[in-house]
Protein backbone atom coordinates (compact mmCIF):
# COMPACT_ATOMS: atom_id res chain seq x y z
CA UNK A 1 0.00 0.00 0.00
CA UNK A 2 1.20 3.46 -1.05
CA UNK A 3 2.61 5.79 1.91
CA UNK A 4 2.05 9.29 -0.44
CA UNK A 5 -1.32 10.91 -0.40
CA UNK A 6 -3.11 11.02 -3.56
CA UNK A 7 -3.60 14.10 -5.46
CA UNK A 8 -6.79 14.06 -7.24
CA UNK A 9 -6.71 15.67 -10.91
CA UNK A 10 -7.60 19.29 -11.09
CA UNK A 11 -11.41 19.61 -12.03
CA UNK A 12 -11.95 20.14 -16.10
CA UNK A 13 -8.22 19.24 -16.12
CA UNK A 14 -8.94 16.46 -19.35
CA UNK A 15 -7.93 12.86 -19.51
CA UNK A 16 -4.57 12.67 -21.22
CA UNK A 17 -4.50 10.15 -24.16
CA UNK A 18 -0.79 9.09 -25.77
CA UNK A 19 -0.85 9.00 -29.30
CA UNK A 20 2.41 6.99 -30.51
CA UNK A 21 4.01 8.67 -33.35
CA UNK A 22 5.25 7.28 -36.43
CA UNK A 23 8.71 7.65 -37.62
CA UNK A 24 9.23 9.27 -40.83
CA UNK A 25 12.22 10.32 -42.65
CA UNK A 26 12.14 14.22 -44.72
CA UNK A 27 15.06 13.94 -46.70
CA UNK A 28 18.00 12.84 -44.59
CA UNK A 29 16.39 13.62 -41.60
CA UNK A 30 14.61 11.25 -38.82
CA UNK A 31 10.96 12.56 -37.70
CA UNK A 32 8.54 11.51 -35.29
CA UNK A 33 5.46 12.28 -36.49
CA UNK A 34 1.26 11.93 -35.58
CA UNK A 35 -1.36 12.67 -38.56
CA UNK A 36 -3.39 15.46 -37.51
CA UNK A 37 -6.92 13.86 -37.57
CA UNK A 38 -6.16 11.67 -35.01
CA UNK A 39 -4.66 14.27 -32.70
CA UNK A 40 -8.25 16.11 -33.59
CA UNK A 41 -10.34 12.98 -32.50
CA UNK A 42 -8.98 12.70 -29.08
CA UNK A 43 -10.13 16.15 -28.65
CA UNK A 44 -13.29 15.34 -29.48
CA UNK A 45 -13.22 12.89 -27.18
CA UNK A 46 -13.11 15.65 -24.80
CA UNK A 47 -9.25 14.52 -24.01
CA UNK A 48 -5.50 15.82 -24.36
CA UNK A 49 -3.56 14.51 -26.78
CA UNK A 50 -0.02 13.80 -26.32
CA UNK A 51 2.23 12.46 -28.79
CA UNK A 52 4.79 10.65 -28.09
CA UNK A 53 7.71 9.64 -30.11
CA UNK A 54 9.42 6.15 -30.26
CA UNK A 55 9.82 4.96 -26.28
CA UNK A 56 12.64 2.89 -25.18
CA UNK A 57 11.67 -0.41 -22.91
CA UNK A 58 12.57 1.09 -20.06
CA UNK A 59 10.14 4.41 -20.57
CA UNK A 60 7.15 2.70 -21.12
CA UNK A 61 5.56 2.63 -17.70
CA UNK A 62 7.00 6.04 -17.09
CA UNK A 63 4.73 6.90 -20.23
CA UNK A 64 1.95 5.07 -18.92
CA UNK A 65 2.08 6.38 -15.76
CA UNK A 66 1.46 10.12 -17.57
CA UNK A 67 -1.26 8.67 -19.29
CA UNK A 68 -5.14 7.87 -18.65
CA UNK A 69 -5.64 6.34 -21.91
CA UNK A 70 -3.62 5.68 -25.52
CA UNK A 71 -4.87 5.97 -28.76
CA UNK A 72 -2.62 3.72 -31.58
CA UNK A 73 -3.19 5.88 -35.32
CA UNK A 74 -3.40 4.28 -38.87
CA UNK A 75 -0.36 4.61 -40.72
CA UNK A 76 0.90 3.86 -44.34
CA UNK A 77 3.41 1.59 -42.98
CA UNK A 78 2.44 -1.82 -42.52
CA UNK A 79 3.57 -4.12 -39.46
CA UNK A 80 6.73 -5.85 -39.96
CA UNK A 81 6.07 -9.59 -40.65
CA UNK A 82 8.66 -11.31 -39.10
CA UNK A 83 6.89 -10.25 -36.01
CA UNK A 84 3.84 -12.87 -37.20
CA UNK A 85 6.59 -15.45 -38.64
CA UNK A 86 6.37 -14.33 -42.10
CA UNK A 87 8.93 -12.72 -44.96
CA UNK A 88 7.98 -9.71 -46.43
CA UNK A 89 5.57 -9.99 -49.22
CA UNK A 90 5.67 -6.59 -51.15
CA UNK A 91 9.22 -4.72 -50.54
CA UNK A 92 7.53 -1.80 -52.19
CA UNK A 93 5.14 -1.21 -49.16
CA UNK A 94 6.21 0.45 -46.52
CA UNK A 95 7.33 -0.91 -42.79
CA UNK A 96 8.09 0.86 -39.66
CA UNK A 97 10.26 -0.84 -37.27
CA UNK A 98 11.08 1.54 -35.11
CA UNK A 99 7.28 2.28 -34.24
CA UNK A 100 7.25 -1.93 -33.78
CA UNK A 101 9.82 -2.29 -31.70
CA UNK A 102 7.72 -0.10 -28.87
CA UNK A 103 3.85 0.17 -29.87
CA UNK A 104 3.54 -4.10 -29.63
CA UNK A 105 5.24 -4.18 -25.82
CA UNK A 106 3.33 -1.21 -25.42
CA UNK A 107 -0.47 -2.45 -26.30
CA UNK A 108 0.52 -5.42 -23.99
CA UNK A 109 1.35 -3.17 -21.02
CA UNK A 110 -1.97 -0.72 -21.56
CA UNK A 111 -4.08 -3.52 -21.74
CA UNK A 112 -2.67 -5.83 -18.73
CA UNK A 113 -3.24 -2.04 -16.53
CA UNK A 114 -6.62 -2.12 -18.03
CA UNK A 115 -6.20 1.81 -19.31
CA UNK A 116 -8.61 2.74 -22.39
CA UNK A 117 -7.33 1.76 -25.99
CA UNK A 118 -8.66 2.68 -29.18
CA UNK A 119 -6.78 1.46 -32.06
CA UNK A 120 -7.32 1.86 -35.72
CA UNK A 121 -6.35 0.37 -39.06
CA UNK A 122 -2.58 -0.20 -38.18
CA UNK A 123 -3.26 0.30 -34.53
CA UNK A 124 -5.88 -2.37 -34.79
CA UNK A 125 -3.56 -4.83 -36.87
CA UNK A 126 -1.00 -4.10 -34.02
CA UNK A 127 -2.83 -5.27 -31.07
CA UNK A 128 -3.20 -8.30 -33.31
CA UNK A 129 -0.14 -8.96 -33.84
CA UNK A 130 0.98 -8.10 -30.78
CA UNK A 131 -1.14 -10.62 -28.82
CA UNK A 132 0.16 -13.57 -31.02
CA UNK A 133 -2.29 -13.08 -34.19
CA UNK A 134 -1.00 -12.81 -37.80
CA UNK A 135 -2.27 -11.01 -41.02
CA UNK A 136 -2.98 -11.42 -44.76
CA UNK A 137 -0.17 -9.28 -46.21
CA UNK A 138 -2.28 -8.65 -49.57
CA UNK A 139 -6.21 -9.13 -48.37
CA UNK A 140 -6.89 -8.91 -52.25
CA UNK A 141 -4.88 -11.74 -52.74
CA UNK A 142 -7.18 -13.90 -50.60
CA UNK A 143 -9.44 -16.29 -52.06
CA UNK A 144 -13.32 -15.37 -50.95
CA UNK A 145 -12.16 -11.82 -49.81
CA UNK A 146 -12.57 -8.44 -51.69
CA UNK A 147 -10.22 -5.95 -52.29
CA UNK A 148 -10.49 -3.89 -49.46
CA UNK A 149 -8.16 -0.75 -50.58
CA UNK A 150 -8.55 2.66 -51.78
CA UNK A 151 -8.08 4.07 -55.21
CA UNK A 152 -4.87 6.20 -55.20
CA UNK A 153 -6.45 7.95 -58.13
CA UNK A 154 -9.67 8.54 -55.92
CA UNK A 155 -9.62 12.19 -54.49
CA UNK A 156 -9.69 12.09 -50.81
CA UNK A 157 -13.19 12.46 -50.35
CA UNK A 158 -14.22 9.85 -52.15
CA UNK A 159 -11.05 7.46 -50.23
CA UNK A 160 -12.15 7.79 -47.08
CA UNK A 161 -16.09 7.98 -48.41
CA UNK A 162 -18.19 5.00 -47.10
CA UNK A 163 -17.21 0.89 -49.02
CA UNK A 164 -19.24 -1.42 -47.26
CA UNK A 165 -21.40 -2.29 -44.22
CA UNK A 166 -19.99 -3.80 -41.31
CA UNK A 167 -22.44 -6.49 -39.21
CA UNK A 168 -21.63 -5.99 -35.33
CA UNK A 169 -21.86 -8.93 -33.38
CA UNK A 170 -24.28 -9.10 -30.35
CA UNK A 171 -22.80 -8.65 -26.98
CA UNK A 172 -19.56 -7.17 -27.80
CA UNK A 173 -18.59 -3.32 -27.03
CA UNK A 174 -18.84 -1.85 -30.46
CA UNK A 175 -23.14 -3.09 -30.80
CA UNK A 176 -23.29 -1.55 -26.93
CA UNK A 177 -22.05 2.07 -27.67
CA UNK A 178 -23.99 2.05 -31.16
CA UNK A 179 -26.78 0.35 -30.53
CA UNK A 180 -26.97 -1.05 -34.05
CA UNK A 181 -26.71 -4.19 -36.10
CA UNK A 182 -24.75 -2.22 -38.82
CA UNK A 183 -22.40 0.50 -39.46
CA UNK A 184 -21.52 1.72 -43.21
CA UNK A 185 -17.54 2.03 -43.00
CA UNK A 186 -14.90 3.09 -45.19
CA UNK A 187 -11.76 0.81 -46.46
CA UNK A 188 -7.98 2.00 -46.94
CA UNK A 189 -6.17 -1.25 -46.14
CA UNK A 190 -4.37 -3.87 -48.02
CA UNK A 191 -3.44 -5.83 -45.17
CA UNK A 192 -5.76 -7.48 -42.80
CA UNK A 193 -6.66 -10.14 -40.05
CA UNK A 194 -5.82 -13.63 -40.97
CA UNK A 195 -5.89 -15.18 -37.12
CA UNK A 196 -6.88 -13.53 -34.87
CA UNK A 197 -5.11 -13.39 -31.54
CA UNK A 198 -6.18 -16.01 -28.90
CA UNK A 199 -9.07 -14.36 -26.59
CA UNK A 200 -9.68 -11.86 -28.99
CA UNK A 201 -13.57 -11.27 -29.66
CA UNK A 202 -14.69 -10.35 -32.99
CA UNK A 203 -16.82 -7.43 -32.69
CA UNK A 204 -17.50 -6.64 -36.70
CA UNK A 205 -17.44 -8.62 -39.74
CA UNK A 206 -17.02 -7.57 -43.49
CA UNK A 207 -19.53 -8.86 -46.08
CA UNK A 208 -16.96 -11.09 -47.25
CA UNK A 209 -15.94 -12.11 -43.64
CA UNK A 210 -12.87 -10.32 -43.08
CA UNK A 211 -12.68 -8.94 -38.97
CA UNK A 212 -13.12 -5.33 -39.24
CA UNK A 213 -13.67 -5.20 -34.90
CA UNK A 214 -12.17 -6.36 -32.16
CA UNK A 215 -11.73 -6.27 -28.59
CA UNK A 216 -10.18 -8.11 -25.63
CA UNK A 217 -12.54 -9.06 -22.84
CA UNK A 218 -9.76 -9.78 -20.61
CA UNK A 219 -8.68 -6.47 -20.28
CA UNK A 220 -10.98 -4.66 -17.51
CA UNK A 221 -10.88 -1.58 -19.01
CA UNK A 222 -12.82 -0.09 -22.25
CA UNK A 223 -10.91 -1.39 -25.62
CA UNK A 224 -11.88 -1.54 -28.91
CA UNK A 225 -9.77 -1.96 -32.50
CA UNK A 226 -11.26 -0.89 -35.40
CA UNK A 227 -10.16 -1.70 -39.22
CA UNK A 228 -11.86 1.55 -40.69
CA UNK A 229 -11.12 5.39 -39.79
CA UNK A 230 -13.71 6.77 -37.83
CA UNK A 231 -11.25 9.81 -37.42
CA UNK A 232 -12.32 11.14 -40.78
CA UNK A 233 -14.40 13.89 -40.24
CA UNK A 234 -16.07 12.33 -36.95
CA UNK A 235 -17.72 15.22 -36.04
CA UNK A 236 -19.53 14.82 -38.74
CA UNK A 237 -20.16 11.32 -38.27
CA UNK A 238 -22.63 10.25 -35.74
CA UNK A 239 -21.19 6.96 -35.41
CA UNK A 240 -17.52 7.71 -34.75
CA UNK A 241 -18.96 10.57 -32.59
CA UNK A 242 -20.37 7.57 -30.18
CA UNK A 243 -16.81 5.77 -30.36
CA UNK A 244 -14.83 9.12 -29.47
CA UNK A 245 -17.34 9.48 -26.56
CA UNK A 246 -16.84 6.53 -25.31
CA UNK A 247 -13.70 6.26 -25.53
CA UNK A 248 -13.25 9.38 -23.74
CA UNK A 249 -15.50 8.45 -21.31
CA UNK A 250 -13.36 5.72 -20.30
CA UNK A 251 -10.29 7.93 -19.82
CA UNK A 252 -12.32 10.04 -17.65
CA UNK A 253 -13.40 7.08 -15.28
CA UNK A 254 -9.31 5.98 -15.03
CA UNK A 255 -8.22 9.51 -14.55
CA UNK A 256 -10.85 9.93 -11.83
CA UNK A 257 -9.99 6.64 -10.19
CA UNK A 258 -5.95 6.83 -10.50
CA UNK A 259 -4.49 9.90 -8.30
CA UNK A 260 -0.96 11.07 -8.37
CA UNK A 261 1.24 11.03 -5.56
CA UNK A 262 3.40 14.08 -4.82
CA UNK A 263 5.94 13.10 -6.99
CA UNK A 264 3.40 12.88 -9.73
CA UNK A 265 3.54 9.41 -9.90
CA UNK A 266 0.29 7.18 -10.05
CA UNK A 267 -0.73 5.81 -7.10
CA UNK A 268 -2.17 2.11 -7.89
CA UNK A 269 -5.69 1.21 -6.30
CA UNK A 270 -5.47 -0.69 -2.99
Known amino acids: MSTHTPIPPRP ?6 LVPACSKRLGEHPFHVAGNKYIEAV ?10 PAAQPDELDALLDLADGVLLTGSASNVHPRHFGEDVHDSSLPLDELRDAW ?13 PL ?10 NVALGGSLHQAVQEQPGLADHRARDADAVHTQYGPAHPVRLL ?26 LAPGLRV ?9 EAFSDPRSTGFNLC ?22 GAACRRWRAAHGRDQEGERVPET
Open 226 to 247: VQWHPEWQAADNPASRQLLAAF
Open 43 to 52: RLAGCLPLVV
Open 203 to 211: EALAPDGLI
Open 118 to 127: FAICRGFQEV
Open 103 to 115: TLPLVRAVLQRGM
Open 12 to 17: GSPPVV
Open 170 to 195: PGGVLQAVLGADALQVNSLHGQGIQR
